[in-house]
Structures are given as structure tokens and as C-alpha cells.
């Protein structure tokens, strides 16, 4: 068989799953020298080893993996995507009734998201509003998405939006500061319905501050407690005083890698065009992929504070942590000056 497109070809195969009764997952795929997909795997949102993700070894978080070996490879010739093996056998119950519930099945359509939005907006409740929609398709099975589908929808859209007049009044603050000073930069990035999604701003002393002290910087999220809920990213470095300064900051909609790549690009953008040297984070994957993107030739490092945060969760239950490893970590830590002595530590 072949397919026009890989959008095409993971259609098919998420239709033959619904029909089947499993859900679909994108296994594996590999880019070619114009990076574009040449190679993908589809497989059965069932394969793949069972991880426990919790530390509650009494209580277990539940899981569908059962290393089912269905899956289809395809790769790209001539413009097209051409099936090479096919896999059809499942080692677990098919249900065709459920998969409307497979969360590749679930989707919020563009016409039900403005009916969602029209309802949030006229102060009617979740829980009346969904109630709606599963009168009016019959039955929740009928439904192509879930309740929490439809809540993260609503949270995401509320992000969206800055109440009335709150998008033109922060772009009317904006053109007053540039009015005031040229070096004053900003610009804000809007959806296909004009709404605001995210905004960058940077004023000339955090501009020419990056001349100076630009070869490290740290980036993090921090959520505001405001009606809104948007995350606060700031860039944020050190000055030969020892003090933190603002390299600039914004305001995203999602911490997802497409938002992450559109901050990076618009605080590039504001620099000149110039990379830091290192960039440090949390080590969120979103921001680790976007930063390979946007700053290939920068060194990713991630925050030491989250890394050592992290170190009860993982050594807390042995013995010999609170007997002298958790020093001795610490020293390793922070009192090596160099690669050799925290090798020898």
C-alpha cells in the first residue's frame, strides 16, 4: 500500500485501529538529509515493557502495557510512504466499543470548541455545559472526547484570553514604551482567531545588559497567581556583582516545544541574534528539544537546584544516606574545583 503523506498514513492506521479496537502510538521515526521523515514505525498503544512511575511500590500506578509486537513499517520512496511490514497479531482483548476512549481517538472538534467557548464565556458551568454535549450526541460514548478533555481545553483557553480589553491594553503599553525608548522590545504572538497566546518582552538596560553578561543564562517558569494562570518565563543571568538581572521576559499560553521555540526565536531576535554560551533549565523535555533547536551551538546544562531536589526522592530509603552519603554527596558537589577531584570524589 502507499500514502500520499505520513498525515495520511497515520489516519489510515488510526482508523483500522478504531475499528479493530486498539489505539495507536508512533513507535520510532527517522529524518533523512532534507529533515523530513523517511522512516516510521506505527505500532499498538499496548507495546512496549510496563514502568512503574511511582514510588508507592505497595499501590502501583495502573498500566496498559503488555509488549504487544503489532505495528506496521513504512518507508518513504519517491514522494511516498510504502508499507515494508505489517504485524497483525495482539497479545491482548480488542474492544472497538472502547475505542472512542483511546486517547488517539479523542479529539475536541473546531465546532465543539467554539460552542465550549461561547458557553464559558456566557458564565455557564463545566459540568452543565459538557452535560450539554452528552444529551446532544446521545450517550457519553458517542462522544469523541473525554470530561478531562474537554477541562484542559476550557484551561487552556481561559490562558488565551486577557478579559476584556486585556490583550489591546498591553498592546497599547507596549507602543508607549517604544514611543518613550527605541531600545524597548516586544512582541506578542496571537492564535488563528486573533487571541493572544504568548508575548516577550525585553527593555534596553536587560538588551544591553546581555552584551555583558550574556554567556550563561537560566530559564525557568514560574505560574502566576493571577485569574489567568499563564507561566511567567523569565531569562535570567548574573552581573560581576553576584546579582541576578532580567535578560527579558514573557508571558506562554503552554509549556509545550512549538511555544518554547517561538520564546527562544523572539529573545534571539531581541539579542541580535546572539546565543548564549550555556543555558540552563529544569529538565523539562519540551525545553530540551526546543533549545536543541533554537541554540545548537549552546551548552545545555540543567539546574542544579532541581537535581539536588530530586536526590532524597531517589536515595532517601537507603540506609546509608542520612549515615554519611548525603555529606558526601554535597562535598562532591560543591567543594571539587575540578574535573579530576570530583572523578577522585
Not at 500506578?61 to 519517491?78: D, F, H, Q, V, Y
Not at 491594553?169 to 506578542?188: D, V
Not at 518582552?201 to 537560566?218: C, E, I, L, M, N
Request: net charge positive; charged share 25%; hydrophobic share 35%.
Amino acid at each position: 500500500m502507499e500514502f500520499n503523506s505520513l498525515e495520511d498514513l497515520i489516519n489510515y492506521y488510526k482508523q483500522y485501529g478504531r475499528k479493530c479496537g486498539f489505539g495507536v502510538m508512533t513507535k520510532r521515526t527517522e529524518k533523512g538529509d532534507d529533515e523530513t521523515v523517511r522512516y516510521v514505525t506505527l505500532a499498538c498503544a499496548h507495546g512496549g515493557k510496563a514502568r512503574n512511575r511511582t514510588l508507592n511500590v505497595a499501590n502501583p500506578r495502573p498500566t496498559g502495557k503488555t509488549e504487544c509486537k503489532a505495528k506496521i513499517n513504512a518507508l518513504k520512496s519517491e514522494g511516498k510512504f510504502q508499507l515494508t511490514t505489517v504485524h497483525n497479531i495482539h497479545n491482548h482483548d480488542l474492544n472497538p466499543k472502547k475505542s472512542c476512549f483511546f486517547r488517539c481517538n479523542r479529539k475536541v472538534s473546531d465546532a465543539v470548541k467554539k460552542v465550549l467557548d461561547t458557553n464559558d464565556m456566557a458564565g455557564i458551568r463545566m459540568n452543565k455545559s459538557f452535560g450539554s454535549l452528552v444529551v446532544g450526541a446521545g450517550g457519553f460514548e458517542n462522544l469523541p472526547f473525554l470530561e478531562k478533555n474537554y477541562h484542559n481545553y476550557i484551561d487552556k483557553a481561559r490562558h488565551l484570553r486577557l478579559g476584556a480589553g486585556g490583550a489591546g491594553a498591553l498592546q497599547q503599553y507596549f507602543s508607549q514604551m517604544q514611543y518613550k525608548n527605541l531600545g524597548f522590545f516586544a512582541l506578542m504572538d496571537l492564535d488563528d482567531e486573533g487571541r493572544l497566546k504568548n508575548v516577550y518582552w525585553a527593555d534596553p538596560r536587560s538588551r544591553a545588559a546581555y552584551q555583558y553578561f550574556g554567556d550563561v543564562a537560566t530559564f525557568d517558569t514560574t505560574y502566576l497567581t493571577n485569574r489567568y494562570g499563564m507561566p511567567f518565563a523569565p531569562f535570567v543571568s548574573v552581573n560581576h556583582h553576584g546579582q541576578s538581572i532580567l535578560l527579558g521576559a514573557g508571558l506562554i499560553s503552554s509549556e509545550d516545544t512549538e511555544t518554547f521555540v517561538w520564546l527562544f526565536q523572539t529573545w534571539l531576535q531581541c539579542m541580535d541574534g546572539i546565543a548564549p554560551k550555556a543555558i540552563i533549565t529544569d529538565q523539562d523535555r519540551a525545553m530540551k528539544n526546543a533549545i536543541a533547536i533554537i541554540f545548537p551551538n549552546s551548552r545545555h546544562r540543567f539546574c542544579l537546584w532541581h537535581i539536588l531536589k530530586k536526590v532524597p526522592e531517589k536515595l532517601g530509603s537507603y540506609g546509608s544516606y542520612k549515615s554519611g552519603m548525603k555529606n558526601n554527596l554535597m562535598k562532591c558537589v560543591y567543594d571539587m574545583q575540578s574535573v579530576e577531584e570530583f572523578e577522585e570524589c
